[in-house]
């Protein structure tokens, strides 16, 4: 949905994707994030891995994945 919105809305013709993690390494994180992280890389996405939150803003993810109580936060 993230990637569409991207595509549709902002302009951007294949985003880059990401997951919201403590590290930036691919076995970072709680077990959702590692549980995931097969998932998306496997999803035919630009998956880019884990990116961490001081990288939300810098541009390095166009759409990044997080849990909800995270992402509402």
């Known amino acids: 949905m993230g990637t569409i919105f991207a595509r549709k809305v902002r302009g ?3 985003p ?5 993690s403590n590290g930036e390494e691919g076995g ?3 077990e959702l994030v590692k549980n995931s ?11 880019i891995g ?3 939150g ?4 810098g541009g390095s993810a166009d ?3 997080t ?3 995270t992402g509402n936060i």
């Open 12 to 14: 951007i013709n294949n």
């Open 16 to 20: 880059k994707v990401g997951i919201l």
């Open 28 to 30: 970072k994180g709680n």
């Open 37 to 47: 992280f097969p998932l998306l890389q496997s999803s035919g996405l630009n998956f």
């Open 50 to 52: 884990n990116v961490e």
């Open 54 to 57: 001081k990288e939300l803003f």
């Open 63 to 65: 759409v990044v994945v």
């Open 67 to 69: 849990d909800g109580f």
